[in-house]
């Protein structure tokens, strides 16, 4: 027989002390994610010693993905570093490392917004579940995606040229899709100077 467990085992003793991946570790690395699924299926005889190995294996899966996002955040593939880690994350929800790699993700995709309101959910989510919330090394990154969305922030003279801009353009005056939000929103900005 063949054992996932035995393979998940294998994998994370070679790749023991890594810090950065080689290309060949990296493809090596990816296994995991077909590996792993999540949890170990035990009988209640066995809830004691089969949690400590539980553990192990969750730890391990944990570190080797984080070694996959820092190995792809190198390579500048952050959609995909992103869509690896949320894998993660459905599979291990309550593993912190993996949401700190996913807002990274997020902000070097410059999604500032999505980043702040990931994090407000996480922390909300942490201190449900556990009691407690992210750790300081969160509230540096959230610092950071503050620092950074400030820098995009546009002067309003920009942001009335930009408008203002090309207003003859005919594709500008056909239709667009949009969200029901969005239309909403518009809706009621255009019912507001209709009675104005």
Not at 107 to 122: F, G, L, S
Not at 126 to 144: A, D, I, R, W
Request: proline share 2%; charged share 30%.
């Amino acid at each position: 027989f063949v054992l996932d467990t035995d393979l998940l085992t294998e994998i994370s003793q070679k790749l023991e002390g890594k810090v950065e991946l080689t290309q060949k570790e990296y493809k090596e690395a990816m296994k995991v994610m077909e590996l792993y699924s999540g949890h170990l299926y035990m009988t209640s005889s066995q809830h004691f010693w089969i949690m400590q190995l539980a553990e192990w294996y969750r730890v391990s899966f944990a570190n080797i993905v984080g070694r996959i996002c820092k190995y792809l955040i190198n390579q500048g593939e952050y959609e995909l570093m992103i869509k690896i880690d949320y894998q993660a994350i459905l599979r291990e929800p309550f593993y912190e490392g993996l949401h700190y790699f996913y807002i990274q993700g997020l902000i070097k995709t410059q999604e500032y917004h999505k980043a702040i309101q990931y994090y407000d959910e996480i922390n909300e989510a942490f201190y449900k579940e556990l009691g407690t919330g992210l750790s300081p090394k969160f509230k540096e990154l959230y610092e950071l995606i503050e620092e950074e969305n400030k820098s995009k922030i546009l002067k309003i003279s920009e942001v009335k040229k930009e408008l203002n801009d090309n207003p003859d353009k005919q594709a500008d005056r056909g239709g667009f899709y949009c969200t029901y939000d969005m239309f909403k929103h518009v809706y009621q900005l255009t019912s507001k100077v209709a009675k104005r």
